[in-house]
């Protein structure tokens, strides 16, 4: 488990990347774009021309791509992973893609004898940049445990949550809570608002108490001003949460308030705010509700 | 500021009173039941008979009631809290009722020459024994810093928010918040147990991450073991989520999630489970899916 092949040298990819050499593994780089194979090879890691290059002769074969018809291209085109990797590696994919995919490509790589993990992760940039991700990895138990020195090079809170796909469902659970917790954040601060509430002193105290949350601690503060930087794009957390309502629709279970929210993502990016940081879901409310009261309610 | 009367000796209130006796306050307690107050003489309180009595000589009046039409009574009538008041005491209403009589009982208290906080509570039993509560607090900022040494002695969290009624509006996002939080950890978990995830290592794995809350860490195993021993019961939830309702309604803001929310919690209610503590509504979403799967999806 020396050589790892890593494809996708995106904004989460190219940090991870670094830390897998930083943990001593030789990693081979591939990127469509040549650009960012060369800044990998600058960075320290060695490059590659195809797919196939990357992955001849990997034990681990790392995959970090933007949608689940990304990664059915790479795993499964004539000139992809499956194609040319040796029997008995293991593949990392640690894109975030719809669970039955996931478990399509488990069972085509167990066809070939290749062992698959899905290790979907959640952190954003700076947790792949700091190796600081939290990791939730679907796959059997064997494979969690040959892949757990190439994960801890990547993530501190790495857990085995089940069978193949199982770590595309839980990263599509995250999804719908994040989401739930920011529109829940957003819809409260408009309200206080409109109350004439100093929304800074009522962000500190609602903190202290059972309505805390990451959400509240990371994003309140930009959301009583309104500062919409990414962070995780809108257009992102839109395509996940398609990823949820499909996946729930398939297991038949209700998310009230995952349709909700889904719908309400889906607004702001068709209204053109696909590039502002999710918690822009403020906007919406505001859209619907009267102006804040400058005075006493 | 020496002698405190304290109205409202329930499961809250009383231990509250408590901890003002231990801060070295001269407390006299009262309850329309007397056996509650032999209680709180027997925790070394005074006892009175009346509102009148109670009140009559107190510098500060904390009430500690179940719901608007309660303070509404126990302030306004002939027997109540403002015939009896001496003017320049203090009024500090901890009960969590709607922001609009929190300011009504704000302007006629003022018509008397008596000043008034609304300052609601989040921490539950265990926080109102242990002097950990949060305390949001609504009123005049003189008023705030003279009521500084009795919500001290009660809470670790207190913040002044706002004007009048300001209290009572946080408690209510507060309230949105929390209920918000509980479905969406209600979702998620039987969206994964349709997906026959380990439910126990998803909630690990999503507690580190940005879908992170205080409801997860508190509520998340509850959940999965479905206990619902009350902790905060639905039927006390539904009606603050009555106020919100009513309170964004005034204010002419949307909360789409509290909207479906509420409608749950009031369902969990009508279905005869007003006593479960909140995270019941887990029920409900069980009630709308498929049962759990026994093996790999």
Request: some cysteine; proline content about 4%.
């Amino acid at each position: 488990m020396r050589t790892v092949a890593f494809l996708g040298l995106g904004i989460m990819g190219a940090p991870m990347a670094v830390n897998l050499l930083r943990a001593g593994f030789d990693v081979v780089g591939y990127n469509r774009s040549r650009a960012k194979v060369d800044a990998f090879v600058a960075a320290g890691g060695r490059g590659a021309d195809s797919i196939a290059e990357a992955v001849a002769g990997a034990d681990v074969v790392v995959t970090m791509l933007p949608d689940s018809p990304d990664v059915r291209d790479v795993m499964f085109a004539d000139d992809g992973v499956l194609a040319h990797t040796a029997a008995g590696a293991l593949l990392v994919d640690c894109s975030t893609i719809r669970p039955d995919v996931a478990r399509e490509v488990a069972e085509s790589s167990a066809a070939r004898g290749v062992r698959a993990l899905d290790a979907p992760v959640s952190g954003g940039e700076q947790g792949a940049i700091d190796g600081k991700l939290s990791i939730m990895v679907g796959g059997a138990d064997a494979d969690f445990a040959a892949a757990r020195p190439v994960l801890d090079a990547m993530g501190t809170t790495v857990v085995h949550v089940g069978p193949a796909g199982s770590g595309q469902t839980v990263k599509a659970a995250n999804q719908l809570i994040v989401a739930g917790n920011i529109q829940l954040v957003a819809e409260a601060v408009v309200f206080l608002e409109a109350h004439g509430v100093d929304t800074d002193s009522a962000v500190r105290v609602l903190g202290g108490g059972l309505a805390g949350s990451k959400v509240l601690e990371v994003k309140g503060a930009g959301m009583t001003g309104r500062t919409f930087t990414p962070g995780f794009r809108a257009e992102l957390h839109h395509k996940d949460l398609g990823i949820l309502t499909s996946a729930a629709r398939d297991a038949g279970t209700a998310t009230p308030l995952g349709a909700v929210v889904a719908q309400l993502m889906g607004a702001l990016v068709a209204q053109g705010h696909g590039e502002l940081d999710h918690s822009a879901l403020i906007k919406l409310v505001e859209q619907l509700s009267a102006p804040p009261s400058a005075d006493t309610p």
